[in-house]
């Protein structure tokens, strides 16, 4: 019975029995991680030459800081908290767990979305733009001279 149904799983593209715990990492997974790991940084210190890209570098950390401070001092939020809260809306990922309460900050988050989200969009398409570089620069090396 048990064969029969895990059978069933398989021809359906889902093999149950092939699920791992969330806790368990796989090796490939790892892989994959750290070489976007490596691309991430390599782009960021090829980045670091280009003057817009320092530019939108420091309007990423001081909204980043801005923010923290903000939310810390008028919603009594840790500072872990704080950051977390700015991280997750500039990135717009909204995880709900926590919220603005009070009318100014409600305001202010309104204005720091329409501001940050843009900076930070532009930010990481700088740093997508220098990974391409990068990886194209590899290609061209790796290739044969005629």
């Known amino acids: 019975m048990a064969s029969q149904m895990r059978l069933e799983l398989a021809a359906g593209g889902f093999d149950f029995w092939q699920l791992r715990h969330p806790d368990q990492a796989t090796v490939p997974g790892m ?3 750290f070489t976007a790991l490596r691309t991430f940084a390599v782009a960021m210190r090829r980045g670091l030459g280009d003057p817009q890209f320092r530019a939108l570098a420091f309007l990423v950390l001081v909204l980043l800081i801005s923010g923290t401070l903000f939310y810390w001092r008028f919603e009594d939020w840790t500072l872990l908290d704080s950051l977390y809260f700015s991280v997750i809306t500039l990135t717009t990922v909204g995880y709900g767990d926590l919220a603005p309460t009070r009318a100014p900050t ?12 843009g900076i ?14 990068a990886r194209v620069e590899r290609r061209q090396q790796r290739k044969p001279k005629e």
């Open 31 to 33: 892989i994959a991680f």
């Open 120 to 133: 930070l969009v532009s930010f990481l398409s700088l740093v997508a733009g220098h990974a391409v570089e």
């Open 106 to 117: 409600k305001v202010f988050t309104i204005v720091y979305i329409l501001l940050g989200l």
